[in-house]
């Protein structure tokens, strides 16, 4: 039930905000503006995305749940992904590496995201997947940012205990490991862990049946919980 929103922050996704000289500058506050503008949001975040939302206490109290979707608590899981990248490596990312190291177009950029598709999928869903991650919009101001103010630091700030939380990841993701969250302080109550099974990094792909009965389970959470 409700309406569905995607929110691309200034700089980032297909709104790049040509006429701010820097158009990070307001964040999180950006973030704060969409939760207070919606009624009774609930975030979605996937993979960095929901890191941004732990990373960000000020959401505490203005959600009514929380979504993460093959995500990590710090940036541990990182170390996870570059050694799997070396146990497994892929040819065609190495060469389109370095053909964007020579000429850093977004045309370039996307063409390396796409050569790394078999790292994202499971070889069942390899053209999909493909196809996915060729129409993406990426941003390399926004990965740029990031790489060098976020991922390598990232630690969540916040997590919530008074509105249901999903976790859910594929049983197959190689980017984004979930070994952070056995820590004991994430397994609260108000907690539901969702493992998709035959999935890899974007498990709506591989198994979308069994992600949207996870968020039909976690709508009826978030309901039970108004009440």
Same mark, same amino acid.
């Given at each position: 039930?409700?309406?569905?929103?995607?929110?691309?922050?200034?700089?980032?996704? &297909?709104?790049n905000?040509?006429? %701010?000289?820097?158009? /990070?500058?307001?964040?999180?506050?950006?973030?704060?503006?969409?939760?207070? @503008?919606?009624?009774?949001?609930?975030?979605?975040?996937?993979?960095?995305? #929901?890191?941004?939302?732990?990373?960000?206490?000020?959401?505490?109290?203005?959600?009514?749940g929380? *979504?993460?979707?093959? %995500?990590?608590?710090?940036?541990?899981? !990182?170390a996870?992904?570059?050694?799997?990248?070396?146990?497994?490596?892929?040819?065609?990312?190495?060469?389109?590496?370095?053909?964007?190291?020579?000429?850093? @177009?977004?045309?370039? /950029? @996307? *063409?390396?995201?796409?050569?790394?598709?078999?790292?994202?999928?499971?070889?069942?869903?390899?053209?999909?997947?493909?196809?996915?991650? $060729?129409?993406?919009? &990426?941003?390399? *101001?926004?990965? @740029?940012?990031?790489?060098?103010?976020?991922? !390598?630091? &990232?630690?969540?700030?916040?997590?919530? %205990?008074?509105?249901?939380?999903?976790?859910? &990841? #594929?049983?197959?993701?190689?980017?984004?490991?979930?070994? #952070?969250?056995?820590?004991? $302080?994430?397994?609260?109550?108000?907690?539901?862990?969702?493992?998709?099974?035959?999935?890899?990094?974007?498990?709506?792909?591989?198994?979308?049946?069994a992600?949207?009965? $996870?968020?039909?389970?976690?709508?009826?959470?978030?309901?039970?919980? %108004?009440?």
């Amino acid at each position: 039930p409700g309406s569905i929103w995607l929110v691309d922050l200034p700089g980032d996704g &297909y709104n790049n905000v040509a006429h %701010s000289p820097d158009p /990070f500058a307001n964040w999180p506050d950006v973030l704060i503006e969409a939760v207070d @503008t919606l009624p009774e949001a609930i975030f979605v975040g996937h993979s960095t995305g #929901g890191m941004y939302l732990l990373a960000t206490p000020a959401l505490q109290g203005r959600l009514r749940g929380l *979504a993460l979707l093959d %995500s990590a608590p710090n940036s541990a899981w !990182h170390a996870d992904y570059v050694a799997m990248t070396r146990r497994h490596p892929l040819p065609e990312f190495d060469l389109a590496v370095a053909a964007y190291s020579q000429q850093p @177009t977004l045309e370039k /950029f @996307t *063409a390396m995201v796409v050569a790394a598709t078999a790292w994202n999928f499971t070889p069942s869903a390899l053209t999909a997947g493909r196809k996915l991650l $060729a129409r993406l919009p &990426y941003n390399i *101001a926004a990965v @740029t940012w990031s790489d060098t103010h976020f991922d !390598h630091a &990232y630690q969540a700030r916040w997590w919530p %205990s008074d509105i249901p939380v999903l976790r859910l &990841y #594929g049983d197959s993701d190689r980017i984004v490991s979930q070994h #952070g969250w056995r820590d004991p $302080a994430y397994h609260t109550p108000n907690h539901i862990a969702c493992e998709i099974a035959g999935a890899g990094h974007f498990p709506w792909i591989e198994n979308p049946e069994a992600v949207t009965q $996870a968020f039909r389970d976690f709508a009826a959470e978030i309901q039970l919980h %108004s009440r």
